[in-house]
């Protein structure tokens, strides 16, 4: 009868000890997510009802008039307009581009590792020095402008025209993610039975029926993936603005990061900057809410799993 009880409080004690030792494990994690995560997210959500120019021994209470001016700002509006410009072209971009490049890696096995890791090379490449000679390469005296004039006898200002300059920031997104989405995709890929596809060409499917009818609803899971990283990085876009046009021309290319950090760190309001980005969070959040639904309701109305 005694050894029962002897029995559990070693169990309990090596229960302990294991949860003690898992604490022990994920306190770096939880160390990293409390300073640069938690607190400043306290922090920010604090300045929102305050004005301060960082300067200031002490900020002021102002209540809620952060958001009254918010709301009723032309430049956030813009911000607003422009980051789902950016949404817009970038996620069928990106999506057409990565689906492209894993359907590639999958078809050519022999050189499917070289292609893997070349097609992620982009993605680790700095956002400075990708945006930095991009604008070298587009200015009026770069290559590219001198080969246009040479051929047509003319060149577009590829950064002083809104349009275009979007076209090349979003030119330049897709090739950073569509190499690390596709590797998503090649993932997904690897998951469809080739039985599925013995089946359709059985029943006399082409390759785009298969690719329309199998490839794509059996990739659910991959392409529910993508999208919702390439919301959030649609709502995030920073370095490739801020290098190549800061915003310019006329705005055109005006995020919502660098209205953040133009009324921040520019105008020294870090009150209205945090209600801006908190403004900023919750679009990206209703944003990605309405993209997963819809994801959801496409995955079940053609059966994918």
Known sequence: MSVMPMKRKKANRSDIHKEIQGWLLSSPYLIFTLIFFLIPLVYSIYLVFQSWDLIS??????????????????RVRQAFLVSYQFMVLFIPSVMIGSIGLALII????????????????????????????????????????????????????????????????VGMLVWKFAGYYSLIFVA??????????????IDGANAWTKFWRVTLPMLYPSLYTVLILAVG?????????????????????????????YQAFDQFRSGYGATVALLNAIVTLISIVIIRRLTEYWGHRYGAN
Do not use: C
Not at 66 to 72: D, G, I, L, Q, V
Not at 188 to 197: A, D, F, K, R, T
Not at 240 to 261: C, K, N, R, S, V
């Open 233 to 261: 990085i649609s709502f995030s876009i920073f370095t490739e603005p801020f290098t190549l046009t800061h915003g310019g021309p006329q705005m055109a290319t005006q995020t919502w990061q660098l209205e953040i950090y």
């Open 57 to 74: 021994p002490t900020p002021i209470f102002v209540g809620l008039d952060n958001f009254k001016e918010a709301f009723s700002s032309i």
């Open 188 to 201: 997904g890929l690897q998951g469809i039975p080739n039985e599925v596809y013995e089946a359709a060409s």
């Open 106 to 169: 999958q078809h050519i096995p022999r050189f499917k590792a070289l292609f893997s890791v070349g097609f992620f090379l982009p993605y680790l490449a700095s956002g400075v020095v990708s945006s930095l000679i991009v604008r070298g390469l587009l200015s009026y005296n770069g290559p590219v402008n001198t080969f246009l004039r040479s051929v047509f006898g003319t060149s577009p200002d590829w950064l002083g025209n809104g349009a275009s300059a979007m076209a090349v920031i």
